[in-house]
T-cell receptor, first 111, second 112 residues
């Protein structure tokens, strides 16, 4: 089936650790996105990429890093510089300028 | 700058009613607008995408309209069912950028 796969679904991190969230799509979409969702704050854009080997910062990129080495993959690393990383992270993809599709999300909790 | 607003934040209605959810945006130079549904703890599911050249888009019991001149979109749900209970979000693009701005969502509860 075509779609977007995020893993892991749940992740626990100790303070000071970096963690990487995986996002894989088999929809042949050029554009991929990472959003963060917090209660009462809606979705906020972290990073996005419209083509392999290129990506742009969103509204809240500080403390995060990404790579886009393959069209199908857009992993997000939450670094120790992110002061409040506990959140629900959503990956999405689209043909540029067209309908946006989301994965099931990854919930990160800092212990 | 694009700002997207959804009012009300929460809505509770009895089963069987027809209802309308509202979405307002500040930059009318949009090329499309998208409506999503989110169930608790889940990702977003795309419901309808309206292109700027369209005024309406329909899928089953859902009908979305777009009025660029007034900066408004509505999502009409006919004959509501308990399974329609979820948070509904709209999103509009930022002019000149391939990214969306999301509203805060309307949390809908359909009571049996």
């Amino acid at each position: 089936d075509g779609g977007i796969t995020q893993s892991p679904k749940y992740l626990f991190r100790k303070e000071g650790q970096n963690v990487t969230l995986s996002c894989e799509q088999n929809l042949n979409h050029d554009a991929m996105y990472w959003y963060r969702q917090d209660p009462g704050q809606g979705l906020r854009l972290i990073y996005y990429s419209q083509i392999v080997n290129d990506f742009q910062k969103g509204d809240i990129a500080e403390g995060y890093s990404v790579s886009r080495e393959k069209k199908e993959s857009f992993p997000l690393t939450v670094t120790s510089a992110q002061k409040n990383p506990t959140a629900f992270y959503l990956c999405a993809s689209s043909i540029v300028g067209r309908e946006l599709f989301f994965g099931e999300g990854s919930r990160l909790t800092v212990l | 700058k694009q700002e997207v607003t959804q009012i009300p934040a929460a809505l509770s209605v009895p089963e069987g009613e027809n209802l309308v959810l509202n979405c307002s945006f500040t930059d009318s130079a949009i090329y499309n607008l998208q409506w999503f549904r989110q169930d608790p703890g889940k990702g977003l599911t795309s419901l309808l995408l309206i292109q700027s050249s369209q005024r309406e888009q329909t899928s089953g019991r859902l009908n979305a309209s777009l009025d660029k001149s007034s900066g408004r979109s509505t999502l009409y749900i006919a004959a509501s069912q308990p399974g329609d209970s979820a948070t509904y979000l709209c999103a509009a693009p930022i002019q000149g950028a391939q990214k969306l701005v999301f509203g805060q969502g309307t949390r809908l509860t359909i009571n049996p």
